[in-house]
């Protein structure tokens, strides 16, 4: 016998030249096996028919005029399809059915009454049409073909051409909502029959996924489902199964697939007898009921009573109330279940009357209802067999502080459903979803000031994301970036490579609380700001950021250098919290300064100097300077190489090295704040408080001051470099100095920074850390390195 596989199709989609199209293409990707089609009944508002039958029982005129123009719709859509002869044929066809119909509607006419007959023949005949059409169109492709009616098709041991189209009066399971899966049912039945190799779903939906996209966007496609597993999710509400068209293909062992008519290259979903039985991830996936209400009987004359709950649950059938969940307590003091929402207070009455006597007698002490709650179930073949699954389940909850109002767990161990106030649902998917799903380094990643830096950082990660994932596991969802101005939001993660476009093209004003939000989602396990900006007003939010339980990266100096309160707090509410903030980079930007000097201090040296030359931008300026360039230029230059701040003021006036300097006696615990400290400035006083751009186009008039302070060192033979120090009492400084020609300073070229620390450890000889300490790939290879360091911290494996 030759290999069958049966389709079933909603006959709606292959009414046009696309859908045609599409169903060879299907057929196409199948072509080693014999195919079967079987097409449900066309529900196309255009081309649907049995609508008409309700017009003619209400005696409504426009009958005549509606019929005219479904059978004009009917011929010019053979008439695109198909070529002049097997167009006639066809069309002769559907002349003599609409000459059939038209019969059958003045019958409806006169006797003022629709039967079933009447609807499904119209059904029947109108997806034989659709059948022809098909025959006819594969058939000028070279695909043999023949179309059968469903009955007939039942009685067939084998299939002789390449695809078969099975149309017709299409049959039902029992307690089936007629529109719901007829087609699925009877290729299902179809597919039992032939003992097809295999059964194929086509929906007009979208592809199973293990979590609601509307609650959950980060959702995945579930790929392979047992038999039970889908059967127990379509229970809990996955509207792409439907379990009773299930039934036949599973008594006959065929694997089914779900796919999405939509998008026909996808994969989708097989569901099989064994499921993905080697898959180690036991939970296949999560769904909610909605709207339901929670029933609770207390009292303690219950307890080791027989029959109580065969006469509650007796009392709740026969008032037919749908009884979706029991749990009960060993100690027998109360029973708690769950009925649809809109049978609470019939539930909740029934019961009382039921137990009128217990109550009088105070065995029992309340019957309480409780609407607005969900259930929510996790599904997965035998999960509950594993140990840890429930515990995983429940701490998921418990984290994203989802109160469990009532809890069982099938037998079959495919399910275990808690009851939860609907109003935490979404959160509740949400963390479930991250607990079971992402891996559990996952970052959620929000930066500030997609600029130099920043901007730099993100064509870093773009090219390593894939790397750190497979390496160690890593993963990082940049899922928000932010100017002053303007956001981008994104649930899964901004795809890296085209950040910039769609930063310029879809992003929408700053909403500082939602950006915020969005980022410390607590459906995933960390999440993460990077602020590379300059602003003093991000730097006020740190502390409310981790309170929130957001880690912070930031190669900004400014918190670390606003008023010493606020710094302590930080530290203070990182030691409470235990989240991190990590700012290597504000001081020698990628050169390993502050991670140096946090072990020399935590390891017990006692430091008894720092002095260094902590600004790139001033040392490859005083490098460069010869005299002769003029050192404004040099300045334009340093900008546009990425060394300078923002604006090259906050190097030339001394205050980013100030600033450098106190960071680094507050690492020694020195309460030190800026305007402590003396610092010298480069910048003259007339151009202190110039707009940036004023400053810019006056530079010159930094010429001549510096040149002869150049002269005087060289008549010395010293070279000028700008130094910042902090000394053993904490006292700090920042100015401008020159060295004789072999001092480790005189000899540093290029941005390179010098830091020297002397400590007991390190006395005749300092420790020194040199290298360049400004530029765009150094600072942002720098945020990236903590930025591991926090993955490291929170267990990743680097
Ligand atoms: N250039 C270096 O070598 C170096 C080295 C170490 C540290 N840093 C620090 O890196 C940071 C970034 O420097 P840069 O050269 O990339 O600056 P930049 O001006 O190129 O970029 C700053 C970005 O921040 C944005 N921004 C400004 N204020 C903001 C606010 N309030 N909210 C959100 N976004 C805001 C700007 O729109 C811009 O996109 C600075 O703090 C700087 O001190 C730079
Ligand atoms: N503008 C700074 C950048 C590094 O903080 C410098 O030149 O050192
Ligand atoms: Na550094």
Request: aromatic residues 8%; proline residues 3%.
């Amino acid at each position: 016998m030759n290999d069958i596989r049966v389709h079933a199709v909603d006959a709606s989609n292959l009414v046009s030249k696309e859908g045609c199209e599409k169903l060879v293409e299907i057929y196409r990707s199948y072509s080693e096996h014999h195919q079967v089609f079987v097409l449900s009944p066309v529900r196309d508002s255009q081309l649907e028919i049995g609508s008409l039958l309700l017009l003619a029982r209400h005696h409504d005129e426009r009958l005549w005029s509606m019929l005219e123009k479904r059978f004009s719709v009917w011929t010019e859509l053979v008439d695109r399809l198909l070529a002049r002869l097997a167009g006639e044929k066809v069309l002769q066809r559907i002349k003599e059915g609409f000459a059939n119909i038209e019969d059958l509607l003045r019958a409806v006419w006169l006797v003022e009454d629709i039967s079933s007959g009447s609807k499904n023949y119209i059904d029947m005949v109108v997806s034989s049409w659709v059948a022809d059409v098909l025959c006819h169109y594969v058939t000028a492709l070279k695909i043999t073909s023949n179309l059968l009616d469903y009955q007939f098709a039942l009685r067939e041991t084998g299939v002789k051409q390449d695809c078969l189209f099975v149309s017709g009066l299409l049959p039902q399971a029992e307690n089936f909502s007629p529109s719901d899966g007829i087609a699925e049912y009877a290729a299902s039945m179809l597919a039992a029959s032939l003992q097809a190799k295999g059964l194929t779903f086509w929906n007009d939906m979208a592809l199973l996924r293990n979590a609601d996209v509307l609650e959950v966007p980060s959702a995945k496609i579930i790929r392979s489902l047992s038999y039970a597993e889908a059967t127990e999710l379509s229970f809990f509400g996955a509207p792409l199964i439907h379990p009773q068209a299930l039934l036949p293909a599973i008594e006959a062992s065929i694997d089914v697939q779900l796919r999405w008519w939509a998008d026909i290259e996808a994969e989708g979903t097989v569901i099989s007898k064994q499921g993905d039985g080697m898959s180690p991830n036991r939970v296949k996936g999560f769904s909610i009921i909605h709207d339901v209400a929670l029933i609770n009987v207390e009292g303690a004359g219950m307890s080791g009573v027989i029959g109580i709950a065969s006469r509650l649950f007796t009392a709740m059938r026969e008032a037919s109330i749908s009884v979706i969940l029991i749990s009960q307590a060993s100690s027998e003091y109360s029973i708690c279940f769950a009925v649809p929402e809109k049978q609470m207070r019939l539930a909740v009455e029934t019961a009382k009357v039921a137990f009128a006597h217990e109550l009088g007698d105070h065995m029992i002490q309340s019957i309480d209802g409780e609407i607005g709650c969900a259930i929510l179930a996790a599904v997965g073949k035998q999960m509950t067999g594993q140990a840890g699954v429930a515990g995983k389940f429940f701490s998921s909850l418990g984290k994203a502080g989802v109160n469990v109002r009532a809890i069982a767990q099938g037998s079959s161990e495919t399910n275990i459903s808690v009851v939860i106030k609907g109003s935490d649902s979404k959160k509740a998917l949400r963390a479930l979803h991250a607990g079971f799903f992402l891996s559990k380094q996952a970052l959620s990643v929000g930066l500030f000031g997609p600029g130099n830096i920043g901007g730099t950082l993100l064509d870093q990660i773009a090219s390593e994301t894939v790397r750190l994932k497979e390496q160690f596991g890593l993963d990082i969802h940049i899922r928000g970036i932010a100017n002053s101005r303007k956001m981008l939001l994104d649930e899964e993660g901004i795809d890296l490579s085209r950040w910039k476009e769609r930063f310029e093209n879809e992003a929408v004003d700053l909403k500082m609380e939602d950006f915020i939000n969005h980022i410390g989602a607590t459906y995933f396990p960390h999440s993460l700001l990077v602020d590379c900006t300059t602003s003093s007003q991000l730097a006020e939010k740190y502390v409310s950021w981790l309170e929130r339980g957001i880690h912070i990266i930031t190669p900004n100096k400014k918190a670390g250098t606003t008023n010493y309160t606020y710094y302590r707090s930080l530290l203070d509410t990182c030691l409470r919290t235990g989240r991190r903030f990590l700012y290597e980079t504000t001081v020698g930007a990628g050169l390993p300064v502050i991670c140096t000097l946090k072990d020399l201090v935590q390891t017990g040296d006692r430091v008894h100097r720092i002095e260094g030359i902590v600004s790139g931008t001033l040392a490859w300026l005083f490098n460069q300077y010869d005299g002769n360039v003029p050192f404004s230029s040099l300045v334009r230059k340093a900008k546009e190489m990425g060394y300078t701040e923002p604006d090259p003021r906050d190097d030339l006036s001394g205050m980013d090295v100030g600033r450098k300097t106190v960071i680094l006696a507050r690492e020694l615990g020195y309460a030190v704040e800026v305007s402590d400290i003396p610092i010298e400035s480069l910048v003259p006083i007339q151009l202190q408080d110039a707009s940036l751009s004023e400053f810019m186009s006056r530079l010159e008039e930094l010429d001549e001051p510096m040149l002869k302070l150049f002269r005087e060192a060289e008549g010395r033979g010293e070279k000028l470099r700008y130094v910042g120090c902090v000394d053993e009492q904490g006292h700090c400084s920042a100015s401008l100095k020159s060295f004789v020609a072999d001092h480790p300073f005189a000899q540093a070229t290029g941005t390179d920074n010098v830091i020297c620390y002397t400590t007991d450890r390190y006395f005749s000889q300092p420790l020194v850390i040199k290298g360049p300490g400004a530029g765009r790939d150094v600072t942002a290879g720098g945020v990236f390195s903590d930025i591991l360091r926090l993955a490291a911290y929170l267990g990743a494996r680097i």
